[in-house]
């Protein structure tokens, strides 16, 4: 079975960019629906974006429209988030999803593998 693995995060200033990654280790991209969720101290979990295994379908989270990008490589067999024009409030620990065969991109309980998160924190 699949096991995400996610890579990428650290500290960065607010107004710049990172760029996650996140190898679906185990199984193929092609196969699995990707998602990106992210989770603050104290907050609830929360969609980020999301790529469907079928047709390579993204969607956002309507509030990061704008800034953040979905991508998949499937030779690389890893799925990306490019984050730019960061905000404080885009620290969270950021986790990589994958729903084998999945439709559903946005809810999280649609989703049977999880990472183990990459810390994303954006200084002021």
């Known amino acids: 079975q699949v096991q995400p693995v996610e890579s990428g995060g650290g500290l960065v200033q607010a107004g710049g960019s990172l760029r996650l990654s996140c190898v679906a280790s185990?199984?193929?991209?092609?196969?699995?629906?990707m998602g990106w969720f992210r989770q603050a101290p104290g907050k609830e979990r929360e969609f980020v974006a999301g790529?469907?295994?079928?047709?390579?379908?993204?969607v956002y989270a309507d509030s990061l429209k704008g800034r953040f990008t979905i991508s998949r490589d499937n030779a690389k067999n890893t799925v990306y988030l490019e984050m730019n024009r960061l905000i404080p409030e885009d620290t969270a620990s950021y986790y990589c999803a994958a729903n084998l065969y999945g439709m559903s991109v946005q809810k999280w309980d649609e989703y049977d593998f999880w990472g183990q998160g990459t810390q994303v924190t954006v200084s002021s």
């Open positions: 185990g199984g193929s991209v092609v196969t699995h629906t």
């Open positions: 790529i469907r295994w079928s047709d390579r379908t993204a």
